[in-house]
Nanobody, 125 residues
Framework: QVQLVESGGGLVQAGGSLRLSCAAS????????MGWFRQAPGKEREFVAA????????YYADSVKGRFTISRDNAKNSVYLQMNSLNPEDTAVYYC??????????????????WGQGTQVTVSS
């Protein structure tokens, strides 16, 4: 079992930055691939970024490439999402996710097994 708690969301102006954090419980955190999804009002939940258990491989949605960076610290059981050059289209609830299989990052069918409760990110124009 993995429990995930996000923090760091808030209101920011377009062009600004935010850093999301996700704290995970469980002694096997380093065995899990981690990632972020988001859901905007009236839209389906979508993949944002993922990182493998070692932190050696990362994956990004095309819409955030070059602006967002995912990282992890296995010693702290944490994963982060640095978001730069934010725009109003990034407004959404952001969810931290975990799974032993990172294929959720490249598959539109497979979804990760563990989800946090979400944190709101609002970007004003």
């Amino acid at each position: 079992q993995v429990q995930l708690v996000e923090s760091g969301g808030g209101l920011v102006q377009a062009g600004g930055s935010l850093r999301l954090s996700c704290a995970a419980s469980g002694r096997t955190f380093s065995s899990y691939a981690m990632g972020w999804f988001r859901q905007a009002p009236g839209k389906e939940r979508e993949f944002v970024a993922a990182i493998n258990w070692k932190g050696a491989s990362t994956y990004y949605a095309d819409s955030v490439k070059g602006r967002f960076t995912i990282s992890r610290d296995n010693a702290k059981n944490s994963v982060y999402l640095q978001m730069n050059s934010l725009n109003p289209e990034d407004t959404a609830v952001y969810y931290c996710v975990a799974d032993v299989d990172i294929r959720f990052a490249i598959s539109t069918i497979r979804m990760p097994g563990y989800w946090g409760q979400g944190t709101q990110v609002t970007v004003s124009s």
